[in-house]
Nanobody
Framework: VQLQASGGGSVQPGESLTLSCVVS????????MGWYRRFPGKVRELVAS???????NYSSSAKGRATISRNNDLNTVHLQMNSLKPEDTAVYYC???????????????WGQGTLVTVSS
C-alpha cells in the first residue's frame, strides 16, 4: 500500500495549483486523509485534513485559500490552493489513515512529497 502524490510544480504568486494523492494497493477503508507541508529545516505542518464523511479542517494559513476534497470510491484526496504566495513554497505530503485488513487497525501512511515553488 502506498500513497502517490502528484501535481506539484512552479507557479507565480497569485496562481492556483491542485495537488492529488491516490492510494495504491488493496485497502479496506481510508479514514482521515490530509495534506501537510514542510519548509526547509522545519517539521511537517498540517495544511488541511478531511474525514471520511467530508468534514474538513484547515490551518490558519490555508483557510480561505485552500480546498481539500476526496473521493472515497477512488481513494483519492486533492488539495486545491489558490492565491499562492512565495511563503507557500514547501514540500507537500499527503497523509492517510488507512485500514488495510479486517482487524480494523488503522495505519498512517505518507506520500513521497511533491515540491511546490511559488516565485515570480
Amino acid at each position: 500500500v502506498q500513497l502517490q502524490a502528484s501535481g506539484g510544480g512552479s507557479v507565480q504568486p497569485g496562481e492556483s495549483l491542485t495537488l492529488s494523492c491516490v492510494v495504491s494497493g488493496s485497502i479496506v477503508r481510508a479514514n482521515d486523509m490530509g495534506w501537510y507541508r514542510r519548509f526547509p529545516g522545519k517539521v511537517r505542518e498540517l495544511v488541511a485534513s478531511i474525514t471520511r464523511d467530508g468534514t474538513t479542517n484547515y490551518s490558519s494559513s490555508a483557510k480561505g485559500r485552500a480546498t481539500i476534497s476526496r473521493n472515497n470510491d477512488l481513494n483519492t484526496v486533492h488539495l486545491q490552493m489558490n492565491s499562492l504566495k512565495p511563503e507557500d513554497t514547501a514540500v507537500y505530503y499527503c497523509n492517510g489513515n488507512l485500514v488495510t485488513d479486517y482487524s480494523g487497525r488503522q495505519i498512517i501512511y505518507w506520500g513521497q512529497g511533491t515540491l511546490v515553488t511559488v516565485s515570480s
